[in-house]
């Protein structure tokens, strides 16, 4: 499988990003900002910067040598709340303050009769509620003024009235909106654990075109259920899951999402550069294959 052109061209101005980068938070924004490591660009975590205008100069500075995106978890797009306006137009004053293109959330609701749970919780996978996530996804993107990249999240139960495979699900989103999807592969893989769906079903049901930005993470395992912990380094199972991920969707720019139990800013350059170890191999065996 390969991509074809991307539906539409992302807004912003911008230049979209490519190759491996790393996500970057605040105990190494200093230490980046002094020795300037080589890594193709970084994920800022937006809601960790909406309360802190003082770190807004050093991301600016951050901004002249490295492409960024952001990546938020208070959109709530699968709640049934309100949409928050007012935190869509803050997430679009800093997008627009560091000319970012890149702007993702999850599938999933954080908040429910005003009480913000912290955590990213499932939706059930059926007509109504896609219905009801694509009217707000649509008000999301015009607030924002960029298209969004929505993430496949992390699940520990399933809904007994989803009919709809969560890959499918996806797919309708972006025909119905035009958003892009962000494939974390560490979060397919703690689902086909946890739920039974397996990962390779999951990616062939994802529409090539849309497929825009990839994560990778490291998991807890707690014996009966993985934990989506982003605590430790990518496993071999969400390595080897990647490299289908690449045959099929080539060029897609990666993550390395560490959130916490926080290693060295050498550790999660080690993970960037075994990704991009991984992505040159599978696109030369590629070559090999054609060349036949």
């Not at 989803?162 to 909106?177: H, K, R, Y």
Request: charged share 25%; net charge negative.
């Amino acid at each position: 499988m390969t991509r074809s052109t991307r539906a539409r061209p992302l807004q912003g101005r911008a230049q979209p990003v490519s190759g491996v980068g790393v996500g970057l938070r605040l105990p190494h924004l200093e230490q980046v900002l002094a020795e300037r490591p080589a890594v193709d660009w970084f994920e800022l975590l937006a809601d960790n910067h909406l309360g802190t205008p003082q770190t807004l100069p050093k991301l600016e500075r951050l901004r002249a040598d490295y492409p960024l995106t952001l990546h938020c978890v208070g959109m709530s797009l699968g709640g049934t709340d309100a949409l928050d306006a007012a935190y869509l137009a803050r997430i679009r004053e800093l997008a627009d303050r560091l000319d970012i293109a890149l702007v993702s959330d999850h599938l999933c609701f954080t908040r429910h009769r005003g009480t913000d749970f912290h955590d990213l919780l499932p939706v059930p996978y059926i007509e109504e509620v896609l219905a009801h996530i694509c009217d707000r996804l649509r008000r999301a993107q015009d607030i924002l003024g960029r298209r969004l990249l929505i993430e496949n999240a992390s699940a520990y139960l399933r809904y007994r009235d989803s009919v709809i495979p969560e890959g499918e699900f996806l797919a309708a989103l972006t025909q119905a909106t035009e958003c892009g999807l962000l494939v974390d592969v560490n979060n397919a893989y703690v689902n086909e654990v946890n739920l039974g769906t397996p990962v390779s079903a999951f990616l062939d049901a994802l529409p090539a075109e849309h497929v825009l930005q990839a994560h990778l993470a490291g998991y807890d395992d707690r014996g009966d259920y993985l934990l989506d912990a982003h605590n430790s380094p990518v496993t071999d199972p969400v390595w080897e899951h990647f490299a289908d991920f690449v045959e099929r969707f080539p060029d897609v720019p990666t993550l390395i999402e560490w959130d916490n139990d926080l290693p060295s800013l050498s550790q999660l350059l080690d993970e960037a550069a075994k990704a991009q170890r991984l992505i040159e191999r599978t696109a030369c065996a590629g070559a090999r294959v054609l060349a036949r």
